[in-house]
DNA sequence: CTCATCTGAGACAGCGATGTCTCAAACCGT
DNA sequence: ACGGTTTGAGACATCGCTGTCTCAGATGAG
C-alpha cells in the first residue's frame, strides 16, 4: 500500500462522508491506524496533503490545455474548443476531488488559500480571453464565470449522487448549460 | 433571547463556520451555554431545528411564486416571472441558509431527506411545467435544471463571499446565466 | 421591595477522536 | 531458511466537545 495509494483512498473516503475519522479513513484504505499515522503524522497533515493534491490535479488540467496559451492566442475556436475541454476534465475530476470542493476544511491556510487565488486566477484569464474573442458574454465579469462555472461543477456532483444523470451525460450536460444556460430557443 | 433569534444566531455562526461548537454558538449568540442547552437539549436537536428552519424557508419561496397554480397555467410568461422570482428569493436566502446547502449535516436523517426531495420535486415541476411552455429547453432533464439552479446558488453565495460581485448585482446575475448562460450572442 | 424566574459562569463526568507506543505476526529480499 | 523491515492490533494518555448540574446574580412582575 503505497503513499499514494493511501492519500487516494482517504480522498475518496472523505468524499463519502467528510467527518469520517482516521480509523474510519484507515479501514477504508484497507490499513491500520497505526500504519496511517505511520505516514501522516496527524490528521491536519493529511488533510493539507489532500488539498495539495487536489489542487495539483486542477493545475494539471490547466497546463493540459494550454490555457495561457490559448488564451493569448484570440483564437475564439481554440479558447472555446480548450473551455470545453477544461470543463469536461473537471467534470471527470468532481467525483474523487469534489468534497474539497465543498468541504472548507482547509480554509484558514494562508497557503492554500493563496494558490486557490492563483490557480482560479490562470482559469478566470481563460474566460476573460473568451469574452475578448466573443465567445462568452462580456456583460458579466469574468470572475463571475468561474464562480458559475465551479456553481456547475457542484451541480453535477450533486445530480450524480442523486441518480438523477448517467454519468457519461454529465459532462456534455455541464457544457451545454455552462454556455446556452437553460432557455429555450 | 427569543428561541428564534437564537436560532437565527445559530445558523448565522454555524454558515460562517461549520465546524462550530456550541460554546462557539452560544458565544456568538451572545448567550451562555446552559442557556442554549435549555433552548436545544442537544446539538442534534439544535442541527435538525435549523435544517427544518431552512426547509420551511424553501417552502414558503415555493409557496410565495404559487408554483403549482402557475406551473398548471401553462402560461410561458408566468411561469418565466415566477421564476425569476423564485431565483431571485432564493439567492436573498443563500446568504443565511446557504451552509444547509453545502454542508450535509442533515444526511442520514431519513426525515429531513424526504422533505427536500419532495420540496425539490415541486420546485422541478415547475421546470418541467417551463419546459411544457417552451421557456427552459426541453433536451435536458427538469431534474437537472432543477441541479443548476441549486448550483448557481453555491456560485453566487462564493462569489459574494470572495466580494467579486455586488450583493445588489448577485440575483440578476443569477437569473441570467441560468437562463441564457455564459455564451455570448 | 419581594419573590419567582431566568440567566451566565463554572464544575463535572462521559465520550469519541487523536496521537504515541509496544509487540507479535506477516512480509520481504537474499 | 534467515534477518531486517513493515504491518495491524491493541493499550494508553490526552484533548476537546457534549450534556448535566449547581449556584449566585440579574431580571421582572406584582
Chains 1, 2 share one sequence.
Do not use: C, K
Not at 468524499?15 to 480509523?23: E, F, I, T, V
Not at 497557503?111 to 482560479?120: A, K, N, S
Not at 466573443?134 to 449522487?161: K, N, P
Amino acid at each position: 500500500m503505497n503513499r499514494e495509494e493511501i492519500l487516494a483512498a482517504a480522498q475518496r473516503q472523505l468524499n463519502h462522508d467528510p467527518r469520517s475519522s482516521l480509523a474510519d479513513i484507515a479501514t477504508a484504505a484497507g490499513i491500520g491506524r497505526a500504519t496511517l499515522h505511520r505516514h501522516f503524522a496527524s490528521r491536519e497533515t493529511l488533510l493539507e496533503e489532500i488539498g495539495t493534491r487536489s489542487q495539483d490535479r486542477w493545475e494539471q488540467r490547466l497546463d493540459d490545455v494550454d490555457v495561457e496559451v490559448v488564451a493569448a492566442s484570440g483564437d475564439a475556436a481554440a479558447i472555446e474548443a480548450a473551455l470545453r475541454d477544461l470543463l469536461a476534465a473537471f467534470v471527470e475530476d468532481a467525483d474523487d476531488f469534489g468534497f474539497s470542493l465543498t468541504d472548507s476544511f482547509i480554509a484558514g491556510e494562508p497557503e492554500h488559500v493563496e494558490r486557490t487565488e492563483r490557480l482560479f486566477a490562470r482559469e478566470v484569464a481563460l474566460y476573460a480571453a473568451a469574452q475578448e474573442a466573443g465567445v462568452l458574454r462580456g456583460d458579466v465579469s469574468a470572475r463571475w464565470l468561474g464562480h458559475a462555472a465551479y456553481g456547475l461543477l457542484v451541480a453535477a456532483r450533486e445530480a450524480i449522487r442523486a441518480g438523477d444523470v448517467p454519468r457519461r451525460d454529465v459532462a456534455e450536460l455541464v457544457i451545454t448549460t455552462y454556455l446556452r444556460g437553460g432557455q429555450s430557443r
